[in-house]
């Protein structure tokens, strides 16, 4: 079942995508016109600012539903070269604006009274934090000739080795024999084998997995070091003293939010390993918990999930919280927005794309029949959800910055883990809470181990390109420091660092404390829920409608929460705690 992606286009060779090419070079070129004439004087500064801004947001909406489009077809078909050659031929156009678009924020640093301007007309204040925004990271930005130097190499260095990792891995086949049969399985298919019931089935394919890797791990590893390295070079440039300091900026998060966060992880860690050394009892394993059972269903229910009772599922526990929520996750079943299978040649994981130039979001998934898949699902439609609150605003104000990206989708698990285990049998609710604690053991422990390695990588990219041994070695060690004894010491996953998207986003680094930022804010959240009922609905809307224009410390602050206090961050993993040691209890007395 794969997604509709007619709203944007009919086809790759719709000629509609030709003839929003060439309006977009239009719009580009107008935009290097008009700034041509903003930035030689400050007179009649709101006037231009406005009239700048518009231009901005239309380019923004063709560029985004062009971008947009091709980018899916080339998630769910890595083949497509039409796709391709189109998304390199978008980043061309959008390049010929850098220049301009560095003259103009230089321009807009330099107003004198930057609040009097903004204050002067209500489409300007509406734009107030991106604009004051946009001069504060004046200091970070370089020449508009650099900008527009940086963008174009881009396009054949980070961007293009990008493009070629989804290749290797969208090809990538894995020789597994399962049922006495010999197979070459896409890699997708193999990563779902992760929560298959059998254990036989479970450890065969983690070692087919890792085998495989040996084939494609240099290409993979020059992929990573071409990335980070360009990424180091730029952000140096730049001027940033590190490029976590560039993501904490970039993410509207200070560094005392994230280290106050990183030490309520650290110190609930025992929590986790107690956990997952009880699931290894659980399942016969004496030395820790071995990776390829880290999903492994702990009960002898052998409950399999359609797609379609999938879906409905999550739009009878979505209609428990809000009918809007409800309504949307069906509107996205019933009109295709959502690809739901694994199949040769499409990217791993799970993805949400918002669509603003059509009010309309669509899903990646690669669905495995499991109840973890249908937490994915749900996780998804959370991000469709926050589109949706979002919908009304200008496209300037939708860029939330990554920790609040996560904040509905995560959300949303808890919200169908909770609802699905007051309604089931105690089996089936012992395999929800087991599969709710294991994701909370992904998004705090193994997203931890991944901000290690990240950190560790870019440390030791700094001296020169790594190998694919390395690299692995830096991947374990992260995951010891982690998973602690909480993970089997011969059965760890020195590979974890090749399929996993996030790594290789230029733009984009330390894409994973976000996520436990996510968990345990939704946690925060979700108890605000339980305490005031239908009366936190509109405020959380609220919430999710302003990420894009306030810093995270006060969209956190505008419901009454302090991130600076180590004790909201203790609280939300209390209530992870608590299910560990109900799970933990349950599962010793089997």
Same mark, same amino acid.
């Given at each position: 079942m794969e997604w509709d992606l007619s709203v944007l286009y009919a086809s790759m060779d719709d000629p509609m995508i030709q003839e929003d090419l060439e309006a977009l070079k239009?719009?580009? @070129? /107008?935009? +290097?016109a008009l700034i041509d004439v903003i930035c030689q004087d400050d007179q009649e500064a709101p006037r231009k600012l406005e009239e700048a801004l518009k231009l901005e947001s239309e380019t923004l909406l063709l560029a985004q539903k062009l971008g947009g489009y091709v980018s899916l077809v080339s998630s769910a078909d890595t083949q497509n070269e039409k796709a391709v050659k189109y998304e390199?031929?978008?980043d061309q156009i959008l390049n010929d604006s850098v220049e301009s678009s560095t003259r103009f924020e230089n321009w807009l640093s330099h107003l004198p009274d930057l609040d009097r301007v903004i204050n002067n007309t209500p489409y300007l204040s509406e734009h107030a934090f991106v604009l004051k925004e946009m001069q504060m990271q004046e200091k970070y930005r370089l020449s508009s000739r650099e900008e527009a130097l940086v963008a174009s190499m881009r396009q054949t260095g980070s961007s293009a080795f990008a493009r070629l990792k989804d290749q290797i891995i969208g090809n990538m086949k894995v020789d597994l024999e399962l049922n006495g049969k010999a197979e070459k399985l896409p890699l997708t298919m193999v990563l779902n084998l992760a929560y298959d019931p059998d254990p036989v089935t479970r450890k065969k394919a983690y070692e087919a997995e890792? =085998?495989? $890797?040996? !084939? #494609?791990?240099d290409g993979l590893a020059a992929c990573l070091n071409a990335i980070k390295g360009e990424v180091l070079t730029v952000s140096k440039w730049r001027g940033y003293e590190s490029v976590l300091d560039e993501t904490l900026l970039d993410s509207r998060m200070d560094r005392e939010t994230l280290e106050t966060m990183l030490e309520a992880i650290r110190e609930s860690l025992p929590h986790f390993r107690a956990y997952m050394k &009880?699931? =290894? /009892?659980?399942? @016969?394993? #004496? +030395? @820790?918990?071995?990776? $390829? !059972?880290?999903y492994a269903p702990v009960t002898q229910t052998t409950e399999r999930y359609t797609y379609q009772e999938a879906g409905q599922l999550i739009v009878e526990q979505f209609a428990g919280f809000d009918q809007e929520m409800a309504d949307m996750a069906q509107r &996205?079943? !019933? /009109?295709?927005?959502i690809d739901v299978y694994p199949r040769a040649g499409k990217v791993g994981g799970?993805?949400?794309a918002n669509l603003p130039s059509v009010k309309q979001s669509r899903v990646l998934m690669n669905f495995g029949a499991s109840f973890d898949s249908i937490v994915t699902m749900a996780h998804e439609l959370g991000h469709a959800f926050h589109n949706l609150c979002s919908q009304n605003e200008s496209i300037l104000n939708l860029n939330s910055p990554m920790p609040l990206a996560e904040t509905a989708s995560t959300f949303n698990e808890t919200l169908v883990k909770k609802a699905a285990l007051a309604s089931m049998s105690d089996e089936e609710a012992l395999a929800v809470l087991e599969a709710e604690v294991s994701g909370c053991n992904q998004v705090i422990v193994d997203i931890y181990s991944r901000f290690l390695f990240e950190d560790a990588f870019f440390k030791e990219r700094a001296n020169g390109p790594l190998s694919a041994k390395e690299i692995c070695h830096l991947m374990e060690e992260a995951q010891i420091e982690s998973y602690g004894d909480g993970l089997d010491p011969h059965y760890r996953h020195p $590979?974890?660092?090749t399929w996993k998207p996030h790594y290789y986003y230029a733009t984009a680094n330390y894409y994973n404390f976000p996520y436990a930022f996510g968990q345990l804010f &939704?946690?925060?959240?979700?108890a605000m829920y339980v305490k005031e009922g239908p009366a936190f609905v509109s405020k959380y809307k609220q919430l999710l409608a302003s990420t894009g224009k306030m810093s995270v410390y006060d969209v956190a602050k505008s419901i009454g929460i302090n991130i600076h206090d180590i004790d909201f961050w203790r609280s939300s993993l209390k209530m992870i705690e608590e299910d560990i040691d109900t799970l933990i209890e349950k599962l010793s007395h089997r």
């Open positions: 239009e719009k580009v @070129g /107008e935009w +290097n390199d031929l978008i890792i =085998a495989a $890797y040996q !084939d #494609t791990e &009880a699931k =290894a /009892e659980a399942l @016969g394993h #004496t +030395n @820790g918990l071995p990776f $390829y !059972d880290l &996205a079943i !019933d /009109e295709h927005w799970a993805f949400c $590979y974890m660092w &939704a946690k925060g959240l979700y």
